[in-house]
């Protein structure tokens, strides 16, 4: 499994209901709220032989309120 890192900026008004609808698809590890130029960052793990975008794509960006993401991949822990 390939832990990945997902930022998420959501319309305004609409953070909540954009995290709900994150834990209701029960892929990610952790979420939380963060200060800044997003709004939310989740820890998800894919399998090593997905795709990560097509995974990304069809399991969380269409939920209605993102208005941004920034993913970060990871490759090795310290």
């Known amino acids: 499994m390939r832990p990945v890192f997902v930022q998420f ?39 090593e032989d997905e795709d990560v975008g097509r995974f990304l794509n069809e399991k969380l960006f269409d939920i209605d309120g993102i208005v941004r993401t920034l993913t970060t991949m990871t490759f090795r822990a310290f």
């Open 9 to 47: 900026r959501c319309s305004p008004g609409r953070t909540y209901a954009v995290a709900d609808a994150i834990y209701e698809r029960e892929i990610v590890s952790e979420l939380y709220s963060t200060s800044g130029e997003y709004d939310l960052m989740a820890k998800l793990y894919i399998p």
